[in-house]
């Protein structure tokens, strides 16, 4: 019985101090752990990976086409008809190259002392890979590792596929309709882009 006694009592003992160790193993191992992490973050971050790449440090631009094509709707319930109507349907309109694409915003904007317009905002969301990998931007890469901007206007189309001749004033992510040029519109309003840039990068 004293046998029993004495070995129940030692197994009770040891379970504690294992315990114990474990947590201090722990404790002083997360101010290391959250190094790295941070020290990973700060290397492989997207918004790190992104400057490196348009930046062309460590990295470069293998090839670039404006391909890429843009063809979507805006459903007649996200176009504002009223100053001050703003909608965010953060609708997916593209999504390869490792690139998904939005219709983020549609919004009557109303600037001092100029025309009422319909604002329409776009947004990018490229995965950057640490390798290698691709894109799709509005940005164009140059010969001296510069780049800039391609300015270029969609296509407008009603329900029935009829052009409409809008004029507008643009980037290829932000567009701003004359709420006039609008008038009489009941269905969708749909837009095509043509020209985004297919960018392809890799590390060196």
Do not use: C
């Amino acid at each position: 019985m004293m046998k029993v006694n004495l070995r129940s009592y030692s197994f009770g003992r040891t379970m504690p101090t294992k315990s114990l160790t474990a947590l201090l193993i722990a404790f002083m191992l997360t101010p290391l752990l959250f190094t790295f992490h941070a020290v990973l973050q700060k290397r492989y971050s997207q918004s790190v990976i992104e400057d490196r790449i348009f930046t062309q440090n460590g990295y470069r631009i293998t090839s670039q086409q404006h391909s890429v094509k843009l063809d979507f709707r805006i459903d007649p319930a996200y176009i504002p008809r009223k100053q001050g109507e703003v909608f965010q349907p953060h609708q997916l309109i593209y999504a390869s190259n490792h690139t998904r694409i939005y219709l983020e915003t549609v919004a009557w904007y109303n600037p001092p002392k100029n025309s009422d317009n319909v604002y329409i905002i776009l947004k990018f969301d490229p995965t950057y890979l640490y390798s290698k990998g691709s894109f799709v931007t509005d940005t164009i890469f140059n010969e001296d590792n510069s780049y800039g901007n391609v300015m270029f206007m969609p296509d407008y189309y009603t329900d029935d596929g009829s052009v409409l001749p809008i004029n507008d004033g643009n980037g290829s992510r932000e567009v701003f309709i004359p709420v006039e040029q609008l008038e009489g519109l009941s269905g969708g309003l749909n837009l095509r882009f043509e020209g985004f840039n297919l960018v392809k990068y890799e590390r060196v």
